[in-house]
């Protein structure tokens, strides 16, 4: 924590200089700190009695807990805090939370319940994340630079009226996306665009491809690498000089970011792991039915036949499944529902569409939300198993998660329920619920890091 005391001020002023982020001789001895406004810190600003502590202190990754701790307040003193951040372009989210403190004038958000009236109620210790929401309406929270962290703000507000009480005490601290040692590599290898993250040896290697609306999406692989892999976040149109508005993909360009993994001294084999999102989750599907040396697949909410563009490989094409946009639903303030507007891909005739999964040799888990309205991921994810159980194949694994709809981020990502559609461009229902949404993501994203972690390590 910085020190911003009177004393080492005056020193200062005089020219002489102290290391920061320590405490200096005069606040070890004793002397009260001195807060500067708009400077960080965990201090009270309005009172010398109160402070907020987390843990870890100053900085912690996007994807892991952080403990929120008030502390010099009354017994049972009611309280209202306040977290917000603003994101890369400027947009503001918010989320408040009405709390009494304990007895002993200490508030752990691990051990009191939020009380109703707030933005979410009940012993929810991340909830002033998860509960996050855009002031700017349908703007969804995705980090573009994954170098620099989110800064979240944390607020004390005396009482719990609507207005905004004293502000009794206010914190920062840093969201990170990449671990300490954990480099970031651009790669322009050939075709490929694309983003490595390598921890500090040789570890698995994983490919995560993103789904529609183009561009070159890092916060899920600079996440993973954290934990243990060496991650390549690959774009594959509008981005850089790769096609802008494609008519059609080809697998070849996906099979050269997987040689270029399989060859890398860093990357530890024998087999690629792939983690896809929507329209990624067609893909890694397809690069598994078609391409050796993949061992393991994830997709989150991944139609399980091709979807928005045919996927040429070889001498071979498989169309794309058909969009009927008469399908769609209009609801209040000309919001669509999309979700019956895809041709059935197991019903379609002669199955054209339908990926070959069965001729995966990688393990699949198939993650789907119950209530997504892009797609219907249940309904493909449970026939996707029957399927391949039909074929004689025990290589799949399904999570279905109820009040889930088509957005699943890594964990502690703010609520996006209504978002733009990935092909038509026009404000959707992405469907879910909130709190059903912050235990999912949590859920998910342990089950892909171990996920992949058995099949990947155990080889």
């Not at 709390?99 to 958000?109: H, I, M, T």
């Not at 490929?192 to 993250?197: E, V, Y």
């Not at 494609?246 to 990357?267: C, D, G, I, R, S």
Request: aromatic share 8%; net charge neutral.
């Amino acid at each position: 924590e910085t020190c911003w005391c009177p004393q080492l001020r005056a020193l200062r002023l005089l020219g002489i200089t102290s290391s920061l982020g320590k405490s200096c001789v005069f606040c070890t001895l004793g002397s009260p700190p001195l807060q500067i406004p708009g400077v960080p810190t965990s201090r009270s600003l309005a009172s010398t009695a109160t402070s907020i502590r987390f843990s870890p202190a100053t900085r912690s990754l996007f994807d892991e807990p952080l403990g929120i701790a008030v502390q010099g307040l009354s017994p049972r003193q009611q309280v209202t805090l306040r977290a917000s951040l603003r994101d890369e372009a400027g947009e503001l989210f918010e989320a408040h939370a009405r709390y009494q403190a304990a007895e002993d004038g200490e508030l752990d958000v691990a051990r009191c319940p939020a009380l109703p009236g707030g933005s979410f109620s009940g012993l929810e210790p991340m909830g002033l994340l998860w509960a996050l929401q855009p002031r700017k309406a349908f703007w969804r929270l995705v980090k573009k630079d994954v170098q620099t962290p989110f800064l979240l703000r944390l607020e004390v507000l005396e009482g719990h009226g609507d207005d905004s009480g004293r502000l009794l005490a206010q914190a920062q601290h840093e969201r990170a996306f990449l671990r300490d040692g954990v480099r970031r590599v651009p790669v322009r290898d050939g075709r490929i665009r694309a983003t490595l993250f390598l921890p500090p040896a040789p570890f698995p290697g994983v490919i995560t491809i993103d789904g529609l609306g183009g561009g070159l999406c890092e916060h899920r692989a600079s996440l993973l690498a954290n934990h243990g892999f060496a991650t390549l976040a690959l774009a594959y149109y509008q981005y850089e000089d790769l096609v802008q508005k494609p008519t059609k993909l080809h697998l070849e360009y996906f099979e050269e970011a997987l040689n270029y993994m399989l060859q890398h001294t860093q990357v530890k084999g024998p087999g690629i792991g792939l983690l896809g999102y929507s329209k990624g989750g067609d893909l890694s599907l397809a690069m598994a039915a078609f391409l050796k040396n993949i061992t393991a697949v994830a997709s989150i909410n991944g139609p399980v036949a091709i979807t928005a563009f045919p996927l040429c490989y070889k001498d071979k094409t498989i169309p794309a499944l058909i969009y009927k946009e008469n399908l769609t639903k209009v609801y209040d303030n000309n919001i669509l529902d999309y979700s019956d507007v895809l041709d059935d891909p197991f019903k379609a005739p002669g199955n054209q569409s339908l990926i070959p999964i069965e001729n995966a040799e990688a393990h699949l888990l198939l993650i789907a939300g119950q209530d997504d309205h892009i797609i219907h991921s249940k309904y493909y994810v449970t026939e996707a198993s029957k399927y391949l159980q039909a074929q004689g194949k025990e290589n799949v694994q399904t999570l279905i998660y109820p009040g889930v709809g088509h957005c699943i981020d890594p964990p502690f990502s703010p609520f996006y329920p209504i978002g733009k559609h990935p092909v038509f461009h026009k404000r959707a229902v992405l469907g879910g619920e909130l709190t059903a949404y912050s235990k999912a993501q949590v859920h998910a994203w342990l089950q892909i890091r171990a996920f992949f972690h058995k099949h990947l390590n155990d080889k």
